[in-house]
């Protein structure tokens, strides 16, 4: 049986035939323009009725005209037109009726503007708009302030800690004091133990050029390295307290080290006198620029330098036989050295003084960026009984505590590891080199131990030469 198209499918087909489309396209523009008309006629009947306007509703300038009739209670009959009035001449009650007049219902009024309105509006405006740019700027100076205290919480629980000192100084013997009080610290904000690295690889690395690194010590990529893998930040919450040491000696290495030092140990310095070392500009940046080390690090931790003192003939004995070095050669090396770091100390206290940050010395909160350790007030031998030398060692630890910023100097482990060297430095030296090595003395006089790195400190602070 074949299928019939049902009658709105054959309409649909109708209209999308091609006479389909003519004829509603007819259609259309009929319907619009009896539209068009009906709506010309509306136009001319308004207009008509404006033109019946009493002259006075429009004869001033200064009116708005927001409504041409008047409707009475019903809201059907129109009223005579009112005469415009300006909003000075009316009172108007909160429920909107005329003061003169008891006509109800919803009336609109002409108006006109009032000059001191817009000013007081301008000035609330104004008003307005000076508040909320005082709400941004303190917000803006509140968000400055959190990123700063944020970054500073972040730089105090980073330290890092170098123990200078010319070769012979006998860091062997005091860096394990030092890090076993660091390992005994326990923060008291989180309970949490320090986390101490002595000599990182990547510090080392960085600073001195070690570990084939090529890359300059300023370079940023390589700061970076060093900080986020020493002093990581952390999604825990607990800000752990990170201290690295560094004990690098002045000079380090040696003429035909492996390492692979920047600036290597060079053999014209034993040739040369105390002032031509501490000139030179290899010398300045061996093992590293201690200035530069300053200023790159000092911006991402707090960095502060102990310097450690021995008397000036055992720091010669100490290495008198070793790299087959002359002991007089070697005399001018150690002294341009020391005159090296003087000089860097001094800058450091300028630092000081120009910051305001005076520290232990000048009673400031904040801390002090160096201070001293003298090697010869550890020694027992320079004691008359053990009670002595372990009360002296006990303050060596209290000022220390003090000078770091940690919160306990008691320590019973520190000096477990130190032993005392039993070399007598005259029998070591010889009697030549002893004479040649006390005249040189005589040129470090007053210039080393430069005491006043530290000033006027405890007792076991003053050093002796």
Same mark, same amino acid.
């Given at each position: 049986?074949?299928?019939?198209?049902?009658?709105?499918?054959?309409?649909?087909?109708?209209?999308?035939?091609?006479?389909?489309?003519?004829?509603?396209?007819?259609?259309?523009?009929?319907?619009?323009?009896?539209?068009?008309?009906?709506?010309?006629?509306?136009? &001319?009947?308004?207009?008509?009725?404006?033109?019946?306007?009493? !002259?006075?509703?429009?004869?001033? !300038?200064?009116?708005?005209?927001?409504?041409?009739?008047?409707?009475?209670?019903?809201?059907?009959?129109?009223?005579?037109?009112?005469?415009?009035?300006?909003?000075?001449?009316?009172?108007?009650?909160?429920?909107?009726?005329?003061?003169?007049?008891?006509?109800?219902?919803?009336?609109?009024?002409?108006?006109?503007?009032? &000059?001191?309105?817009?000013?007081?509006?301008?000035?609330?405006?104004?008003?307005?708009?000076?508040?909320?740019?005082?709400?941004?700027?303190?917000?803006?100076?509140? =968000?400055?302030?959190?990123?700063?205290?944020?970054?500073?919480?972040?730089?105090?629980?980073?330290?890092?800690?170098?123990?200078?000192?010319?070769?012979?100084?006998?860091?062997?013997?005091?860096?394990?004091?030092?890090?076993?009080?660091?390992?005994?610290? *326990?923060? !008291?904000?989180?309970?949490?133990?320090?986390? *101490?690295?002595?000599?990182?690889?990547?510090?080392?690395?960085?600073?001195?050029?070690?570990?084939?690194?090529?890359?300059?010590?300023?370079?940023?990529?390589?700061?970076?390295?060093?900080?986020?893998?020493?002093?990581?930040?952390?999604?825990?919450?607990?800000?752990?307290?990170?201290?690295?040491?560094?004990?690098?000696?002045?000079?380090?290495?040696?003429?035909?080290?492996?390492?692979?030092?920047?600036?290597?140990?060079q053999a014209s310095w034993m040739t040369s006198t105390m002032e031509e070392v501490a000139n030179d500009e290899l010398a300045i940046n061996h093992p590293v620029n201690l200035k530069k080390f300053y200023e790159l690090y000092?911006?991402?931790?707090? *960095?502060?330098?102990?310097?450690?003192?021995?008397?000036?003939?055992?720091?010669?004995?100490?290495?008198?036989?070793?790299?087959?070095?002359?002991?007089?050669?070697?005399?001018?090396?150690?002294?341009?050295?020391?005159?090296?770091?003087?000089?860097?100390?001094?800058?450091?206290?300028?630092?000081?003084?120009?910051?305001?940050?005076?520290?232990?010395?000048?009673?400031?909160?904040?801390?002090?960026?160096?201070?001293?350790?003298?090697?010869?007030?550890?020694?027992?031998?320079?004691?008359?009984?053990?009670?002595?030398?372990?009360?002296?060692?006990?303050?060596?630890?209290?000022?220390?505590?003090?000078?770091?910023?940690?919160?306990?100097?008691?320590?019973?482990?520190?000096?477990?590891?130190?032993?005392?060297?039993?070399?007598?430095?005259?029998?070591?030296?010889?009697?030549?080199?002893?004479?040649?090595?006390?005249?040189?003395?005589?040129?470090?006089?007053?210039?080393? !131990?430069?005491?006043?790195?530290?000033?006027?400190?405890?007792?076991?602070? =003053?050093?002796?030469?």
């Amino acid at each position: 049986m074949d299928h019939v198209p049902s009658t709105s499918a054959r309409f649909a087909s109708a209209l999308l035939s091609p006479w389909g489309k003519v004829i509603a396209a007819l259609v259309c523009l009929k319907v619009f323009t009896y539209t068009k008309i009906a709506y010309d006629q509306m136009d &001319a009947e308004y207009s008509a009725s404006l033109s019946s306007t009493p !002259p006075e509703m429009t004869s001033n !300038p200064n009116v708005y005209n927001t409504n041409q009739l008047l409707y009475s209670n019903d809201g059907q009959n129109p009223l005579p037109p009112l005469q415009a009035y300006e909003t000075s001449s009316i009172n108007i009650d909160n429920n909107l009726n005329i003061d003169n007049g008891d006509t109800p219902g919803f009336v609109q009024f002409n108006t006109v503007p009032d &000059a001191n309105e817009n000013n007081e509006e301008e000035a609330a405006n104004s008003a307005m708009q000076q508040s909320m740019d005082e709400i941004q700027q303190l917000q803006q100076k509140r =968000q400055q302030q959190q990123q700063l205290t944020q970054e500073q919480l972040k730089k105090d629980n980073c330290q890092i800690i170098y123990i200078l000192g010319v070769e012979g100084a006998i860091h062997h013997g005091f860096t394990p004091i030092l890090e076993a009080l660091a390992k005994s610290q *326990v923060d !008291p904000n989180t309970g949490k133990h320090y986390e *101490v690295t002595y000599a990182p690889k990547v510090l080392r690395s960085a600073l001195f050029g070690l570990y084939q690194e090529k890359r300059d010590m300023d370079d940023p990529t390589l700061i970076a390295k060093v900080f986020r893998e020493l002093c990581p930040e952390t999604d825990d919450g607990k800000n752990t307290k990170r201290i690295i040491i560094e004990d690098s000696s002045f000079p380090s290495g040696a003429m035909d080290d492996p390492r692979s030092y920047r600036i290597r140990r060079q053999a014209s310095w034993m040739t040369s006198t105390m002032e031509e070392v501490a000139n030179d500009e290899l010398a300045i940046n061996h093992p590293v620029n201690l200035k530069k080390f300053y200023e790159l690090y000092s911006q991402h931790a707090n *960095v502060q330098f102990i310097l450690l003192n021995r008397p000036f003939l055992e720091t010669m004995a100490s290495h008198a036989n070793d790299w087959g070095e002359e002991v007089a050669g070697r005399s001018n090396m150690i002294r341009g050295f020391m005159l090296i770091l003087k000089r860097f100390l001094d800058h450091l206290r300028q630092e000081e003084e120009s910051n305001n940050s005076g520290g232990m010395r000048g009673g400031n909160k904040k801390k002090a960026l160096s201070t001293i350790v003298c090697a010869d007030k550890i020694m027992s031998k320079n004691y008359e009984s053990d009670y002595e030398a372990t009360m002296a060692r006990q303050h060596i630890l209290d000022y220390l505590t003090k000078f770091l910023g940690w919160p306990s100097s008691r320590c019973p482990e520190c000096y477990s590891t130190w032993k005392e060297s039993k070399k007598d430095p005259a029998k070591v030296l010889g009697e030549k080199n002893l004479g040649l090595m006390l005249n040189d003395m005589k040129e470090l006089e007053g210039m080393w !131990p430069p005491l006043d790195v530290i000033g006027s400190g405890l007792p076991e602070q =003053q050093c002796s030469l």
